[in-house]
């Protein structure tokens, strides 16, 4: 947490002055806004988390509910969504709370006597070291908590409109504000007041029933059966011995059951399975009351039984593998020629089981992709070509989690006298863990992402997939710190330049030629791209990590590239240096070439590129393609102009 | 964090229902309360927090100005601090916020050129393990902010009543409430009104100048001479290469400088050693102005220089080494005879220099070590000998601090030239490290601490110092945690139950001997001290750490001592069984005897007893000496009375 650097503060570090749209924030929807967010489930929380980072920008988010979300829904959070929460300054608070999965363990009927259950099997959940997250498990709500608090915290301080549900719209491309919508008040006093609101842009995280995919006039397609669940979040005793263990479990006739533990310590989520319907069924299989599923439970459970105290939250309901024919409102033959204007993220655009624990994470995923690029194009920062990368992105991720999670449904529902290997289920689930992780992922070149022409450079950084922390030593402090961990979710570029082998120096090693390319070239990105009068890293970051013990690096020796200036005290950064020591050396831990490179990183933490110490084009033509120059509206001599020396009283102790 | 248990809670875990006295507790001060807490410091703090999680005592906190700290004083905190964070559930949020120290470096003339200075050597900050938290610094008002919070979040909703100053008070031990106490309004509507209010206990937490300590009639005794600073919190740009680390800076003729850096990566705190002043000096020293502290750093950094863009807190102070003659309000020649009304804590019965960075952290431990003390007074579990144990503990502490705090002070004011081993300086602050990291106290036998007879039984575990936590598996979700870390300051007694080598069993074995004893018969502490009707682990946490690998451990063969029973739902709490696993093994690395053990740890965290699993008497009699009988006021057969289930509505997905 870098703070301080304006003057002391003398408050919460975590809770930012207000800003902008920020400083006595409007109370009643305007009339006219920025962006319209639909719903504060888990996507159009961390979109709403984000956008309030910009407090230029007028964002309002209108949610039908009366208030926040209280129980049920989701609880499955995977490594890459706490890695997301880190970049929004709350992973620490939501693992001390949530549920540590740490061993899955798999249950089937005994090999002599078929009618009970035995253990047969245990899982490490992370025994190749993808993430220093964890797998974690905890009530939906609490994560919309955290987000829609941080919202609050930063500068724009959105906070949801709550009672009032999104209608329908229309699109007016050559409008100043594109996008008209139908709202409806229908809580609180202004129940059943219809108004239309104008947006520059439209996000719909509205969920499975989206009404902003409906008037975008897309819809959902895939299979037309539907799997049924009876799902209950429980209390109660047990001689089951893993009660508090992720489980599957599965009978020899009485069906299965997923087990997932929760937050707490005693409370536990129960999936039944209740098979496939038909879509015709009419909904039949909804009125399955809950004595039934814990008689199911029991029944499954065999020679154990459960002692349910109580039913907390429960809900029976059926899914199909469906995917929405469209992310955005641009028409098939118009993508690549016009700009979208309107997005839907989340459960609008797929649906699947839960069984993979995928939904909420591939949702807030979802809402990080696009975020950062709405804050850069309606900062003036970015063209509008920019949102067309949203769709691209996004669709083919959305598709890739139906096929994965229609398969390990598949397989968790499938009869225990059909497994050919009776290892096999175990055997997949370790050798897929990748993908419900959410490290699987990995994007296409494109404006923001370049090939892998030079990837050797920086092995264990794969262009298109997450940027995965390693630990380095942090000169100005000397302490082990995880690289990735700096990078917050403030909108900016990530430049780690790992430095080639010679001792850090000013002047005369690859390194320091680049740093000072990067600094004072007229066609460096940072010069081009960065506004005159901010902090000289507001728009890239950019760090230096040298191969050398940090013993043997002083911040005198280290180009003023790495070392960006603060307004408005003119405070030098000496916290972007870093080197190996203690053990740690992340040039052999992520196959850095000893002749140095560039890995240049998103702000939603993906790698866009891994370039050589010599690049200068490359960069600077990559920067082009989705940077636009800022107007220098501020003081260009504000380098130079030092203030003068602030004093506070001396205290009396 | 367990939750959940009485039924699903939908909020943030951390805020916890108001009850007792927290219930729209009253904005104005009543004229009667059970205790009265003079200040908002470190140790005034951690009381208000511990007493707010205990809603039937009511607690008032006055304090004289307006509103909270903002900046300034104590900015060390050690790892016992750390660790008592977590026991109040904020160590997270601190560490992340605070400045982490892993390493100090010393500063020395050059010794062919002495005029300028040179890193002659590196310090680890814990080389041994001693904690497995850090050394950090932050601001003390954050501190003041955590602990304040939680006394909000807790049951009581304790809020200080700002501009309240404490004026004196008079003790009539025979009186209901014994204290009565003037203070005056110093800010506000009611600003100069003076009032009488009466209080059972009266805490005093008010520094240095300390008006309770005067009402009792205590004095400051120690040296005479008196040792001035400068010390001043800077922004500033640098080429000293260490300007973010811990640094003892020793120049040739030009004096010496204590380095601080700061949270945020940026701010740092320099003390400038002003040397020993005399009593009669009348303060000239403190006319120092900061311009002169600035220059004379300058002058010991020299061939370094420092520009410094801002000052946002500095002082000059003279202090002197001295410790109150007494700690409460019983006349020496009474110890034994009367119980104590009126404590102090803190700055209040002990100063030294700020060069160890003890201050804070010795406060809080001072309130740690009273506050439970009084609410189990005050609940009626305990008698009230048991506060007479707060001065006999506190003062050794505070002696020992002294003496430490003046052989450190002196050493690092010593003038380069007189040193005869030029390597000495760093290697007393190496041997000493236990000392400021907090963990040197070790409590005499008292009525709250054994002997250590059985010492060998657990080696690792000193009685009469705090618990040293140790990994271990919990059996219930398979995951290592810290054993340490379930301890909460909840007033509650552990009895951490080491299993013999025998196999978990029901019966049989020394352990479900023990079992059996503790949770049945008529002369266990548990079954005389536990109040009937409420959680079977009210009084008592039992934890059992069995030495087994976690998959031998089934929860069914485990005794039911060690699976506590909470209301209303009855719920079998699996919880607190513990195994060895993934290379972890407790039994080994604190030295626990194979034939088990039983380690007893106070409220405080800190080491009571260590009994053979034969113990019976002895637990018997050691709690009988400080423990009450509950008067059974519930109904003695809730433990029978399961109550009908409860089920929530279904939900629509």
């Not at 906070?159 to 594109?178: E, H, K, L, R, S």
């Not at 008689?295 to 154990?304: E, Q």
């Not at 979802?366 to 691209?392: C, I, M, Q």
């Not at 050398?548 to 950064?573: C, H, M, R, W």
Request: glycine share 8%; with cysteine; proline share 6%.
């Amino acid at each position: 947490m870098q703070i301080h650097y304006r003057g002391y503060e003398a408050n919460d570090p975590r809770i930012k002055p207000a800003a902008g749209f920020g400083v006595d924030r409007a109370t009643d929807m305007p009339d006219e806004m920025d962006v319209l967010v639909v719903g504060t489930g888990p996507a159009a929380s961390v979109v709403t988390a984000q956008l309030s980072r910009f407090p230029s920008i007028n964002a309002r988010v209108v949610e039908r509910r009366p208030g926040r979300l209280e129980v049920g829904q989701a609880d499955g959070i995977q490594a890459r969504s706490v890695e997301t929460f880190q970049a929004f300054g709350f992973a620490g608070e939501v693992i001390e709370e949530a549920y540590r999965n740490v061993e899955m363990c798999f249950w089937k009927p005994d090999h002599d006597d078929p009618s009970i259950i035995v253990r047969t099997s245990r899982a490490p959940d992370d025994a190749t070291g993808m993430s220093e997250f964890p797998h974690i498990y905890v009530n939906q709500s609490r994560i919309l908590d955290y987000f829609l608090r941080d919202a609050v915290r930063a500068p724009g301080r959105i906070v949801p409109d709550y009672g009032v549900q999104f209608v329908d719209c229309t699109i007016d491309q050559d409008a100043p504000y594109p996008v008209a919508a139908r709202v409806e008040y229908v809580t609180g006093p202004r129940a059943g007041e219809m108004r239309t609101v104008r947006a520059k842009y439209l996000v719909g995280g509205d969920g499975a029933r989206s009404r902003v995919r409906a008037s975008l006039g897309h819809g959902l397609h895939g299979e037309a059966a539907l799997h049924a669940w009876g799902v209950m979040d429980v209390l109660a005793n047990t001689d089951f011995p893993d009660i508090q263990l992720k489980c599957s479990i599965q009978s020899h006739d009485a069906g299965n059951i997923l087990l997932i533990p929760r937050e707490g310590g005693y409370l536990v989520r129960i999936y039944v399975d209740l098979g496939e319907i038909d879509e015709l069924d009419g909904g039949a299989v909804r009125s399955t009351p809950v004595e039934a599923i814990i008689a199911k439970a029991n029944r499954i459970l065999h020679p154990y039984s459960l002692d349910v105290r109580a039913v907390t939250w429960w809900s029976v309901y059926e899914v199909a593998h469906r995917i929405a024919d469209g992310f955005d409102d641009v028409p098939t033959d118009l993508v690549g020629i016009q700009t979208p204007r309107a997005f839907i993220m989340g459960d609008a655009c797929h649906t699947h089981s839960a069984k993979a624990g995928q939904g909420m994470n591939v949702s807030i995923q979802d809402g990080f992709n696009l975020a950062w690029k709405l804050a850069a194009v309606l900062e003036g920062r970015a063209p509008e070509t920019l949102l067309s990368t949203y769709a691209a992105e996004r669709r083919v991720v959305a598709q890739n989690l139906i096929d994965f999670d229609k398969e390990w449904s598949e397989m968790m529902a499938r009869p225990v006298d059909s497994w050919e290997d009776p290892t096999e289920l175990e055997r997949y689930y370790v050798a897929t863990l990748e993908f419900p992780a959410g490290f699987m992922t990995q994007y296409a070149p494109s404006m923001i992402t370049l090939g892998t022409e030079d990837h050797d450079l920086a092995a264990g950084f794969p262009v298109g997939k997450r940027f995965k922390s390693a630990e380095v030593i942090r000169r100005a402090d000397n302490r082990w710190r995880h690289l990735g961990h700096f990078h917050e979710a403030d909108g900016r570029w990530r430049l780690y330049v790992f430095a080639d082998s010679a001792a850090p120096a000013l002047s005369g090693t690859p390194t320091a030629e680049f740093a000072d390319w990067w600094s004072t070239d007229p066609a460096s990105p940072l010069v081009r791209f960065t506004p005159v009068g901010g902090d000289s890293d507001a728009v890239f970051d950019t760090k230096v990590i040298y191969q050398q013990d940090y013993t043997l690096v002083e911040p005198s020796a280290v180009p003023n590239a790495f070392k960006p200036v603060k307004t408005p005290l003119g405070l030098i950064d000496i916290n972007q240096i870093f080197a190996a020591g203690h053990g740690r050396d992340i040039f052999r831990d992520r196959e850095i070439s000893r002749d140095g490179a560039i890995v240049v990183v998103r702000p939603d933490q993906y790698v866009a590129a891994v370039l050589p110490l010599s690049a200068r084009e490359e960069l600077a033509s990559f920067f082009d393609g989705h940077m636009l120059t800022p107007v220098e509206t501020s003081n260009p001599a504000s380098d130079q102009d030092v203030p003068t020396i602030t004093i506070a009283e001396r205290t009396a102790l």
